[in-house]
């Protein structure tokens, strides 16, 4: 906390002793207030009225049971969660995660970053995230229903188009949103398209959604290389994860002239040096429901894959690495590995996947890092314009909202880039989105008075 404003160091303090145990949300909280001494200096009246420790304090936290019958007639209990972390925007905004590392601590990370990046995007929304540590991976289609049945049945108390709208995350796709879009009408009697995102187009989803959160984070990186007189053209670039994110990326990142040649999932990742066939990938991953690992075997000669703990994806050589898996997944050691081979950009596709100490050591080598609440920011964006088409009764074509997205995209990088450079550290793109989050997300408390 050296050099931190004394309020602020006081506030991370409380804190983390009233958040004992939860170890990404005090790195998120670390991350945001972190950055805030140059504009408590600038602005005193930010401390007043306990502003920052509301901002830090969910305004609602809902844990509970979910039971549900596997194939067998076993009865399965998991815990369900949604923290509704921040109204001041308009209705809380932020996806459901099905993973079994998903616990109380977790969902607060993710759920105050959300809240931040989703002021970035200048629209009406507020932050929130949820989830629960059921593991869809091996389940039936049949098991996963109940499972989302019974999850919905507690959780649709709690939701509506304007007090709180879930999405998707990890382990929630569009088969998931539709069990539970389906289970949400059943108990309300009601069509209330804009409460999910992430739908079907055949009942209110958007076009383009689906590939928002890849493209955002390309169309992110690709600004930052253009403030530079540069491009992703012909660059060498490694992707990690294979789910929606790091498809999309792969896929836009290639359109944009770049060559990806790696890619992961939880057991490993593989490398092909003539460019990922995507098609192979979404029929692994999208089709197959399978592990990256099958990529060699149908791909045959050029690959090759490299088991979890026998190496890292951070091990090959890139220009421009994107993260695009999970928490924390790129370590100190990594970054510094990524720098000695050459990397020149790392733009965040997942949420803080960056750990702290890489963070400092893509900054002090002078990468350029686009962090996760801005460079991701794409899927939440488009879900905002997927509830402005429900609201509207409305569906705009793919090249409509994909020229939206971009635009969403590019205003967020300039807010950041600008934020940066006012507040005297240009090229900081982690305090800038700091900063910028922070100050809409404050006026708006501020208006509002003590609530």
């Known amino acids: 906390m050296k050099g931190m404003d004394v309020k602020l160091a006081s506030v991370i303090s409380e804190v983390l002793s009233r958040n004992a145990g939860e170890g990404e949300f005090h790195q998120a909280v670390h991350e945001v207030l972190g950055s805030l001494t140059r504009v408590i200096a600038k602005n005193p009246n930010y401390a007043d009225d306990a502003l920052i420790e509301r901002i830090c304090e969910p305004e609602r936290q809902i844990i509970f049971r ?97 007090t709180d709208v879930p999405a998707g995350d990890i382990g929630v796709g569009g088969r998931e949103i539709g069990y539970m879009f389906g289970q949400y009408k059943r108990l309300t009697n009601r069509y209330e398209a804009g409460v999910l995102t992430g739908k079907g187009l055949v009942y209110g989803g958007s076009r383009a959604r689906t590939e928002a959160t890849g493209y955002g984070a390309t169309y992110f990186v690709e600004r930052m290389l253009a403030s530079r007189g540069s491009a992703i053209e012909g660059r060498r670039t490694v992707v990690s994860g294979s789910g929606n994110v790091a498809i999309y990326t792969i896929e836009k990142i290639t359109q944009c002239g770049g060559i ?163 507040y005297g550290a240009p090229g900081d793109y982690v305090l800038g989105a700091n900063i910028a989050g922070f100050v809409r997300v404050a006026e708006a408390m501020r208006a509002l008075g003590v609530i």
């Open 66 to 162: 979910v039971p549900w019958i596997d194939d067998k007639g076993q009865v399965q209990i998991n815990r369900g969660f949604r923290v509704q972390f921040n109204s001041a925007l308009g209705p809380y905004k932020g996806g459901l995660r099905f993973h079994p590392s998903v616990n109380l601590g977790i969902i607060k990370f993710l759920g105050f970053e959300q809240t931040f990046k989703n002021a970035l995007t200048g629209m009406p929304i507020g932050g929130g995230k949820g989830g629960s540590d059921f593991n869809p991976r091996g389940r039936s289609n049949n098991e996963i229903m109940r499972f989302c049945q019974s999850f919905m049945t507690e959780l649709h108390r709690h939701l509506g188009e304007h």
């Open 260 to 422: 990806v040649v790696a890619c992961s999932d939880s057991n490993g990742y593989v490398v092909d040096e003539s460019g990922i066939d995507l098609d192979l990938v979404k029929e692994i991953k999208e089709v197959r429901r399978a592990r990256i690992a099958e990529y060699v075997t149908l791909k045959g000669k050029g690959a090759y894959y490299v088991e979890q703990g026998q190496g890292s994806i951070w091990d090959v050589p890139c220009e421009i690495a994107m993260p695009s898996a999970t928490q924390n997944e790129v370590t100190g050691k990594d970054a510094q590995t990524l720098v000695a081979n050459g990397v020149k950009v790392v733009g965040e596709g997942a949420n803080m996947p960056s750990t702290p100490e890489a963070v400092r050591v893509f900054q002090e080598a002078g990468v350029l890092f686009a962090p996760g609440k801005a460079a991701n920011a794409g899927g939440v964006a488009t879900s905002a314009l997927e509830m402005q088409q429900n609201a509207s009764r409305d569906s705009w074509t793919f090249e409509q909202t994909e020229a939206r997205l971009a635009k969403i995209m590019h205003g967020i990088h300039d807010l950041c880039a600008e934020t940066a450079e006012e």
